[in-house]
DNA sequence: TATGAATGAGTTTTCATTCAT
DNA sequence: GATGAATGAAAACTCATTCAT
C-alpha cells in the first residue's frame, strides 16, 4: 500500500483500537486544535466510544503527547533513513534532509501541523521529551550547517539561527501545502532545497 | 511613555474598559490559545466582570476577530510609513519592509503569535475580512519581489513563493523573541534582512 | 417562627440562594454520604440548577467544609450560652453542656450526623480547620471533667478520656433519635446527662 | 501466625482470590467509604482485575454486604466464646462481653469501622440481614443487662437504652483506637468495662 | 456602564457493569 | 478463573451567554 491518507500516522498496532484512537486524535486536533476537539470528537473518529478511550490513553493531553511522540519518531526515522543514504559533503546532506522532511510533510501533513501548533499545550514531562526530541532534530540540522560552514559551503554568518530559520521555513509549508497545488511533491522539494540553500548562502552553482 | 508592555496593543480609546478588555484578550488568548482560554480570563485579567465584557464586545469569537483586526492595522500602518520613507530600489525597499516587520513583532510579540496561530479558528465574514487583510500585506512583498526580480536584483524563480516564505519566516520570530537574547532589536533586524535577500537571491553584495 | 424542619441549618443570608443551597448539601449528605450525594442532588434539592451552585460555593468539598463550619458554629455558640448561665460547680456545668448539645441534636440533627460521619472526607486547610474547632468543643467538657476531679465530685480514674466518652456517647444519640420516639426532648437530655454523670462516677446523689 | 494485619478480616478460603478480594474491599471501604471507593479500587488494592472481581461477587453492594457479613459473624463468634467461659453473675458476664468486643476492635479495626459507618448504604435484604445480625448482637447485651438490674447489680433506670449506649461506646473506640497509643489492648478493655459498669450504675465495688 | 445570579449545553474523566476470549 | 476491551450513565466542574438590577 504506497498511498496512504495524509491523517494516517499510526499503522495498526495490533492491540484493538488504538490506531484508530491515535489517528482520529491527530486528526481532531488538527481540525479544532488540541483544546477546541473534544475527548468526543475523537472517539467519534475512532469509531468508539467516549469512555472506552480511556482504556487507551489516561488523559487528553498524554494523548497528545502520544500523538506528537509518533509523529517525531516517523520524522526522526526518515531524517536518519536520508542522511545515512546521502553523500558526505554538507550540501548534498542538506538537501536530502531537506527532502526526507518535504516528503514527511506531504505524506503527514496533518502532524506536522499539530506538531507545531500544538506542542505549547504539554506541560510537565510530555513538554520536556517532545522538546528534547524536537531538539535533537534541530540538532541535525545545526550539524549539517556546521559542516559547510566549516568547510566553506555555506558563507551564513549566523549558521545556528540560519539552521533554525531553514526548518521553521520548512514546517511552514505544512500550513499551505494542498496535494492538488501548483507542485509536484519532487518540486516541492526541489524549491524547499533551494530556499535552504540560498539563506545558507550557498554559492549559486546551479 | 515610549517603553510599551509588548502585549499593549491598543491604547486608551477613551470607552471605559475598551482598551483593558482588548489587551487582556490578547494576552489570554496568547497564553491559552483562542479556545484554551475562557470569557472568564479575559475579565480577570482586564480586571472587570465577566459580563461586563459583553457590553464591549458580542462574542468571544468577534473579540478575537478585533483583535487580530486591530494588530493587522497597525502592522499595516507600519509597513506602509516605512515604504513612504524607503528608497525607489526593491533591495532596500524589501530591508525596510522586514525592519518594520521585525520592530512590530518586537513590540507586540503576543499579538504576532496569536495572529499566526489563531486565525484559523475565526469563520465567515470575520475571517474573509482578515484573510484579505492578510493578502494585502502579503502583496506588499509580492509587489516589491516582483519589481526586484523584473529589473534583476532578486534571482529566485520562484517569486511569489518566495515572497511567502520571507513572511512566514518573519512572523515565525515571534515564535522565539525573547527580549534579552542574544540579538538586539537592529541586529535582529538586520539578520532577517540577509535572510530574506538571501532566500530571494540577490547578488551577494553584502 | 420556633418550629425549624430539622435539617435547616442555615437561615436567609440575604445572598439570593445561599442559605437554600447550604441547607440542601446537609440534606443531601444526610441522606446519601458526601460521596453518595451528587452536586446535581443538592441542585435539586436547593431549587436552582447545577451550574449555579458553583456561583456560591467553588467545590463540593468546599460545601461540605461550609457545612460543617457552620454547624460546628452554632453548637458552640449553644454551649458557649449555657455554661454562661450555668453555676459554678463541676456538675451543674456538665448537666448544662449535655442538656445544650442534646438540643442541638434534636433541632439539628442530621446536621450532628453529617458532621460525625463526613468530616472524614475533607481534606487538607478544611480538615485542619475542622477538628481545631471541634477540639475546642471537646476541651470545654475536658475543663469541667478536670474541675470535678480536681474538687472530688467526679471520681473517674481517666478524666480526658471519659470526657471523650461522653462526647462520642453524646453524638451517637443523633443516629438514634426520632422526634416521636419515646422520650421527650426533656427526657432524652435527663437519659443522657445522667449517663454522664454516671460514666464520669460522680456520687449516685440523684 | 498470630499477628493478624488489622485489616486482615478473611482468611484464605481456599477459593482462589477471594480472601484478597474482601479483605482489599473492607480496606478500600474503610479508606474511601463505600460510595468514595471504586471497584478499580479494591481490584487494585485485591491485586487482581476489575472485571474479575464479578467472579466472585455479583456487585459492589453485595461486595460491602458479604464484608459486613463476616465481621458481624467474627464479632457474634468472640462474644458467644466469652460468655461460654464467663461466669454467671451479670457483672463478670458484662465484663467479659466488653472484653471480648474491645478485642474485635484490636484486632479489626478497619472492619469495626466500616460496620459502623457503611451498613446504611446497604439495601433491601442485605440490610434487613445485617440488621437483624446486629440487632442478636444488641439482645446479649441487653440480656446481661436485664438479669443484673433484675438481681441488683445494676441501677440504671433505662436498662434497654442503657445498653445500647455501651455499645454505642464501645464501638466508638474503633474511631480513635490506636495500636501505638497510650494504653495497651488490656488497659483499654479494663477502661471500656468500667465506663459500661459505671453507666449501668453497677456498685463502684472496684 | 457595571454587576452577580442564572442557565443549559458542554467539558474531561470515572463509574459499575458486561462480554468475548 | 482471569483478562482487556467495551459501554452508557453519571460524576464534578466550566463554558459562553443572558438577564434583572
Redesign the pocket.
Known amino acids: 500500500m504506497n498511498a496512504r491518507s495524509p491523517a494516517t500516522l499510526v499503522a495498526d498496532t495490533g492491540?484493538?483500537?488504538e490506531a484508530a484512537i491515535l489517528n482520529a486524535a491527530l486528526d481532531a486536533f488538527g481540525t479544532h486544535g488540541f483544546h477546541g476537539?473534544?475527548?468526543?470528537?475523537v472517539a467519534k473518529r475512532a469509531g468508539?466510544?467516549?469512555?472506552?478511550?480511556?482504556?487507551?490513553v489516561?488523559?487528553?493531553?498524554r494523548l497528545l503527547a502520544e500523538v506528537l511522540r509518533r509523529a517525531n519518531d516517523e520524522l526522526a526515522a526518515r531524517l536518519g533513513a536520508a542522511l545515512a543514504d546521502a553523500g558526505d559533503d554538507a550540501a548534498s546532506r542538506l538537501r536530502e534532509a531537506v527532502r526526507a522532511y518535504v516528503r514527511f510533510i506531504v505524506d503527514h501533513q496533518v502532524a506536522m501541523v499539530v506538531s507545531t501548533n500544538e506542542v505549547r499545550y504539554l506541560t510537565g514531562a510530555d513538554r520536556a521529551g517532545l522538546v528534547a526530541e524536537r531538539d535533537a532534530t534541530q540538532a541535525v540540522f545545526e550539524d549539517i550547517v556546521a559542516q559547510g560552514v566549516a568547510d566553506g559551503t555555506f558563507a551564513t554568518p549566523y549558521p545556528d539561527d540560519a539552521a533554525r530559520a531553514v526548518l521553521t521555513a520548512l514546517s511552514a509549508v505544512a500550513g499551505w501545502y494542498r496535494a492538488d497545488g501548483r507542485l509536484s511533491r519532487g518540486q516541492l522539494a526541489e524549491q524547499q532545497a533551494r530556499y535552504a540553500l540560498a539563506l545558507l548562502e550557498a554559492p549559486l552553482a546551479r
Not at 468508539?48 to 487507551?56: K, R
Open positions: 492491540r484493538g483500537n476537539a473534544s475527548m468526543r470528537d468508539t466510544s467516549l469512555s472506552n478511550l480511556y482504556n487507551y489516561p488523559s487528553k493531553s
